[in-house]
């Protein structure tokens, strides 16, 4: 019962300051999930050192927040897109410097380095699409899409542990996650849908069929990303991915499903709008 107060009161802290940094406008958003995107790459790298891996941390790290910045500077139309070129002499940095760090798998330590990159940095950098829109001849600052997404995610989770809890029979992914179940997954699909639903009636400016679609694809996608992270735990034998939040884990573990959902939704919205 402790535990789960603990656990109750620091996930309600966490939802409170991610959606108040969210609504109080462009900087307090830009500035949080910078700082978010770049501990959430420490915390992969720092976890792949346990793979016998040795990734390029500092400028791993560097990169990682360019590409936020860089996002959120071409979303906001300060600058065009031309500049991410500039990462490309960034990722050949990242070869050369190889050659005078002298550590083991070298091959390996360059492929995880760029790997946290596409897989932590560039979901965060996908989520300034979210929020920046262009409405002739300026760009506006619209959180509601992006709340969106997580409140699909916020709600999933809840409905999986509920239904899983209550009716869990067949195992979802067994041999990667034994807790998982189909029950729980339809019942945060289900779960989901209804508060897609809900925000319909509060964010009238996009349709229900679009809400819906997008909480499909993040209870979709969410899953899978929540999978991979537990696969990559599992494979050196780890209960979570840190210790950022007490009875919640790392911030991989709490952003897992976003990992995917970011990049998927952008694909959706990109090819609907």
């Not at 420490?42 to 996002?71: A, D, H, M, N, W």
């Not at 897989?119 to 760009?139: D, G």
């Not at 699909?152 to 179940?181: H, N, Q, T, V």
Request: glycine share 8%; aromatic share 16%; charged share 10%.
């Amino acid at each position: 019962m402790k535990d789960l107060g603990i656990r109750t009161m620091w996930g309600t802290l966490f939802v409170i300051v991610l959606t108040g940094a969210i609504l109080l406008g462009p900087y307090a958003y830009a500035m949080l999930f910078l700082v978010l995107s770049i501990f959430t790459l420490k915390e992969f790298y720092q976890l792949t050192t346990q793979f016998g891996f040795s990734p390029q941390l500092i400028p791993g790290l560097f990169v990682g927040g360019i590409i936020f910045i860089l996002s959120f500077l071409e979303t906001n139309n300060i600058l065009t897109s031309k500049l991410y070129f500039v990462l490309v002499p960034m990722i050949f940095f990242f070869l050369v410097n190889e050659l005078y760090r002298r550590k083991e798998n070298p091959l390996g330590n360059i492929a995880i380095t760029v790997l946290g990159n596409l897989y932590v940095s560039v979901p965060f950098s996908m989520l300034n699409y979210f929020v920046f829109r262009s409405n002739s001849p300026e760009i506006v600052y619209n959180s509601s899409l992006l709340i969106s997404i997580f409140i699909f995610i916020w709600s999933s989770d809840s409905g999986a542990y509920l239904f899983g809890c209550k009716f869990g029979r067949r195992r979802l992914f067994e041999r990667i996650s034994p807790k998982k179940s189909w029950e729980g997954f339809f019942g945060g699909l289900i779960t989901a849908i209804v508060a897609a639903w809900l925000l319909s009636l509060i964010f009238t400016q996009y349709s229900f069929s679009l809400l819906v679609l997008l909480s499909v694809v993040t209870v979709l996608a969410g899953t899978m990303g929540d999978l991979i992270e537990s696969m990559f735990k599992r494979s050196i034998g780890v209960k979570d991915s840190g210790q950022f939040m007490p009875g919640h884990g790392g911030l991989l573990d709490r952003f897992d499903s976003l990992l995917l959902a970011s990049p998927m939704n952008f694909f959706v919205l990109q090819i609907l709008q």
